[in-house]
T-cell receptor
């Protein structure tokens, strides 16, 4: 069965500082990996995804993530955080045989200090 | 273009009652998935429908059921409501039934069971 762990429940970062959110997954084959962002009162928005190929993927809003098979990780990074990046971030895993089903981690809430 | 729409936005029900939640996918999308997001947790997969057929079911009791209509809209029904059913219910639509196609999430329906 697939599972996703996001070890950090909350992260506080100063505006302009770098951000890294951790994600570890468990899946037997090559997974499909996703990062979503959820702002208060809104649905989920896809930031980026990894299916195969280059292990460093670029997404929207200046985010990037790196797939490391040896560590079963897919960490999200942003070089310089803006106040508008304050939100909850979810890592998710999918699989070819699972249709559209995504398994989500518990989320990391990001607070941005001025 | 309209995104995924869900109705109602909020509702309050009493234990033991029944509830129907509705979802309209993005035009041209044939796959609809439902997720339950309990406060402070990541979304959990409930159902996926594609071309009006159930293609996936998560680990939820039989009190939960769904269907997809010829216009690809969908309903999620929950019978005999329990306090633990209080959550944000998210609908996601996709052009196809595999995870490599991006899923677009609606804003959700906030269900409170008292």
């Amino acid at each position: 069965a697939q599972s996703v762990t996001q070890p950090d429940i909350h992260i506080t970062v100063s505006e302009g500082a770098s951000l890294e959110l951790r994600c570890n997954y468990s899946y037997g084959a090559t997974p499909y990996l996703f990062w979503y962002v959820q702002s208060p009162g809104q649905g989920l928005q896809l930031l980026l995804k990894y299916f195969s190929g280059d292990t460093l993927v670029q997404g929207i809003k200046g985010f990037e993530a790196e797939f490391k098979r040896s560590q079963s990780s897919f960490n999200l990074r942003k070089p310089s955080v803006h106040w508008s990046d304050a939100a909850e971030y979810f890592c998710a895993v999918g699989a070819y045989a699972a249709g559209n089903k995504l398994t989500f981690g518990g989320g990391t809430r990001v607070l941005v200090k001025p | 273009d309209a995104g995924v729409t869900q109705s109602p936005t909020h509702l309050i029900k009493t234990r033991g009652q029944h509830v129907t939640l509705r979802c309209s996918p993005i035009s041209g999308h044939k796959s609809v998935s439902w997720y339950q997001q309990v406060l402070g947790q990541g979304p959990q997969f409930i159902f996926q429908y594609y071309e009006k057929e159930e293609r996936g079911r998560g680990n939820f009791p039989d009190r939960f059921s769904a269907r997809q209509f010829p216009n690809y809209s969908s309903e999620l029904n929950v019978n005999a409501l329990l306090l633990g059913d209080s959550a944000l219910y998210l609908c996601a639509s996709s052009f196809a039934e595999i995870a490599t196609y991006e899923q677009y999430f609606g804003p959700g329906t906030r269900l409170t069971v008292t």
